[in-house]
């Protein structure tokens, strides 16, 4: 069986991602002049161009991308999504230009149980098509890997649904589709609050877990939604049905999410405009990967999180990982990567060399990918966006426009010039 080459070649410039020595501190290591070799999939070199293409000449390639004056970069991962959903919400969009909050909204039937009702009346296969129409925008803008959270059912029927087509479009999809089962989003309207975290805990969670989709579990861990004891008792019989745990944490105020999150030793913890230095360093130490959403500060009209509290804790003070994402959802109608690291330098001053890492090595451990996932190094996966522009530094620097102009999943070219190609 042949071996499929594939050469991205005369790029003015590569990530490989953070500089792995130990004087580097971590530094954003690049390439100039460069290209990259991949064989069936997986990366085999990167470095000059001439070089690498003298020892695999693009004529001979199978797919062949010339990157002229153009930065390749590792493909993006958005580690918080909720992209499976059904309705619209543009409307309480203008609801809180007027003033509205969101807990307002909430409170008279608006937000999350308004997806709700929209999601419990869609069919898997509208959810399903749904979700891959989401994943197709996220693709075009240079998105390889994405984390997708259910919590729009809110009862074991949906809930199961919402895996079912968490899987579907998985399947079906070029983006690696990382599945979160998230029962504990809110409480349905009508129901004690108490007695649907026995429902969660009792009646999804078994159902969740033995679905091939769900691979962790979520809690909004939120005052008027679900305490840190009742998010405590969702996480920890996640864990006992084999899902790892997540925390939506911090977000409104400063209730006690990321301390639980470093006591479980949580994968990540999400949100964070409101946690503490103590919390920043409670993370660290516990090895929990710290995620923010800029875009979620920007559609609230919020203050931003302070991206170096995180960075900057911890025993090693330079390798701290601060993860992007874009929690793509009704609220925050986002699916781009490079609008997150606008944001991330924008709002919260990041250099783009770190905001880059965050939305894409970081971001990998973000979802427990510890195999090189977000670089582009020898033995990688060949998950590629080439750039339209000469550095790294025009992602936050052009912003407003999708910059990724190529995407390539596993060596092979799945987006050009903003269209996903190569589906029906």
């Given amino acids: 069986m042949s071996e499929h080459l594939t050469v991205v070649y005369d790029a003015a410039e590569v990530v ?80 809180k230009l007027r003033g509205k909050t969101y807990q307002e909204i909430l409170a008279a039937g608006g937000g999350i149980l308004r997806t709700v009702e929209a999601v419990r009346d869609a069919s898997t296969e509208e959810l399903a098509a749904n979700l891959e129409a989401q994943l197709d925008l996220m693709l075009s803008h240079g998105t390889t890997t994405a984390e997708v959270k259910t919590g729009y059912g809110l009862d074991v029927d949906t ?79 996640g864990r006992e049905h084999g899902l790892k745990p997540k925390i939506h944490a911090e977000e409104f105020t400063r209730l006690g999410g990321a301390q639980l999150a470093a006591d479980l030793e949580a994968v990540s913890a999400d949100h964070l405009l409101h946690a503490d230095e103590d919390d920043a360093e409670a993370l660290a130490e516990a090895g929990v990967v710290p995620v923010l959403l800029p875009g979620t500060a920007f559609s609230l009209g919020e203050d931003y999180a302070d991206p170096e509290q995180f960075r900057a804790a911890g025993d090693d003070r330079s390798r701290s990982p601060v993860a992007l994402a874009t929690d793509l959802n009704p609220n925050c109608y986002s699916q781009s990567m490079g609008f997150a690291v606008a944001l991330a330098c924008n709002g919260m001053r990041m250099a783009p060399g770190d905001a880059l890492v965050g939305a894409t090595r970081d971001a990998a451990l973000a979802l427990d990918r510890d195999d090189g996932t977000g670089t582009l190094r020898e033995g990688t996966a060949a998950d590629v966006a080439v750039v339209d522009g000469p550095s790294h530094v025009h992602i936050p620097y052009n912003f407003g426009v999708n910059c990724v102009d190529t995407v390539l999943k596993d060596g092979v070219v799945v987006a050009d010039d903003g269209r996903v190609v190569g589906r029906e």
């Fill in 16 to 95: 490989v991602g953070p500089n792995e020595s130990e004087s580097a501190n971590g530094a954003l290591e690049t390439r100039e002049d460069a290209a990259i070799a991949a064989i069936d999939g997986d990366v085999v070199t990167v470095g000059d161009s001439d070089a690498v293409t003298r020892e695999y000449p693009r004529e001979n390639a199978d797919t062949a991308v010339d990157a002229g004056g153009q930065t390749v970069i590792p493909g993006f991962v958005d580690p918080h999504t909720h992209a499976v959903f059904a309705g619209d919400r543009s409307d309480e969009f203008a609801a």
């Fill in 159 to 237: 809930e199961r649904r919402l895996l079912d087509a968490i899987e579907r479009a998985g399947t079906n999809h070029p983006v690696d589709v990382v599945g979160t089962f998230m029962g504990a989003h809110a409480v349905p309207d009508g129901q004690d609050t108490e007695d649907y975290v026995n429902e969660v805990v009792y009646e999804q969670l078994p159902v969740a877990a033995n679905h091939p989709a769900a691979e962790f579990c979520d809690v909004f861990c939120e005052e008027g939604v679900f305490s840190v004891e009742q998010s405590r008792r969702v996480l920890e019989a």
